[in-house]
């Protein structure tokens, strides 16, 4: 900068400002879509041909929302958590069946930071993508439960703990 | 201050009604729904179970909205959800347009939930937005 007036120095291009509680649960959102996308490497390995699509399109939807999470904390100034090198799996996974509900099992905890996240956050950019999220989470729980021939496939109020 | 004191009185007599809560419509769509999907559920075999697990649901919003509704206002306006009618809705003989009933009226519910979202307060912008994926699973599902 060339000019004449001392004052203080130029200010840095504005920042979006996400306050504490939104920052809080995107990263806990963040996390559960870290832990999704690894997830469903291990689903991947254990699911017939038949489901290939379906965990394509899973991945890439949880691997967009990782990185549309992390750009928004990294946007406004916060350093997004990184991946675990690896995750604990609640039951072992050995076959399709529990594929399927590690699959479950993912989808329900992303659907639950996502709920949070609308919860904590009053942001309406936060809230139209948390939304999004819960719901795609909610319609691939809905689904999985449906291919592992569940009963019951849907719950009254996806994302609540 | 003696003379002020009737003319406060008259102007408090003057009672708005209070504004309508917006959770009233979601509620009361929401009780119209269990009620489309059980009649569908009942007419239609091949339906039978997916509309039969609407039902549940709905009602399971329907009841959570009415809760959220009582916790803010303990008495309810006259207008309110529990003057929704008894009676069941007809509903098409043909089994893909009873399907596509179903559909739309999940749809419409979910787009009249995450409107609400927008703007409530937190506890509130939650379980509308359960209450909006919960509609999208079920279409997604449906036979």
């Known amino acids: ?161 | 201050m003696l003379l002020g004191a009737p003319a406060l009185a008259a102007c408090t007599d003057r009672q708005t009604p209070p504004a309508p809560d917006p959770l009233e419509p979601v509620a009361r769509r929401a009780v119209a729904d269990a009620r489309l999907a059980a009649t569908i559920s009942n007419a239609h075999p091949s339906l039978a179970a997916a509309a039969a697990a609407v039902a549940a649901d709905r009602r399971a919003h329907a009841a959570a909205v009415r809760a959220e509704l009582r916790r803010v206002r303990p008495t309810p306006a006259p207008s309110s959800v529990a003057a929704a009618p008894p009676s069941s809705p007809p509903v098409p003989t043909d089994t893909a347009a009873a399907r596509g009933e179903l559909a739309a009226a999940l749809r419409a519910a979910q787009g009249q939930a995450a409107t609400v979202v927008e703007s409530a307060p937190g506890h509130r912008a939650g379980l509308l937005a359960s209450i909006a994926a919960c509609c999208a699973s079920h279409r997604a599902v449906l036979p």
Do not use: C, N
């Open chain 1, 1 to 161: 900068m060339t000019s004449s007036t001392p004052g203080p120095s130029p200010s840095p291009p504005p920042r979006p400002r996400l306050d504490a509680a939104t920052v809080s649960a995107l990263q806990a959102a963040l996390a559960a879509e870290h832990a999704a996308v690894w997830a469903y490497g291990l689903i991947a390995a254990y699911l017939p041909v038949e489901r290939a699509e379906a965990v394509a399109d899973a991945v890439a939807t949880h691997r967009a929302r990782r990185d549309a999470t992390e750009r928004l904390l990294t946007d406004a100034g916060v350093g997004p958590v990184t991946a675990e090198p690896a995750y604990r799996v609640p039951e072992p996974v050995d076959g399709p069946a529990d594929a399927q509900r590690l699959a479950v099992t993912a989808e329900t905890d992303t659907a639950q930071t996502w709920r949070s996240a609308i919860e904590r956050s009053s942001l309406r950019q936060v809230r139209a993508a948390a939304l999004e999220a819960l719901t795609g989470a909610a319609v691939r729980a809905a689904r999985w439960r449906a291919a592992a021939g569940d009963e019951t496939v849907t719950v009254p109020f996806p994302g609540k703990p």
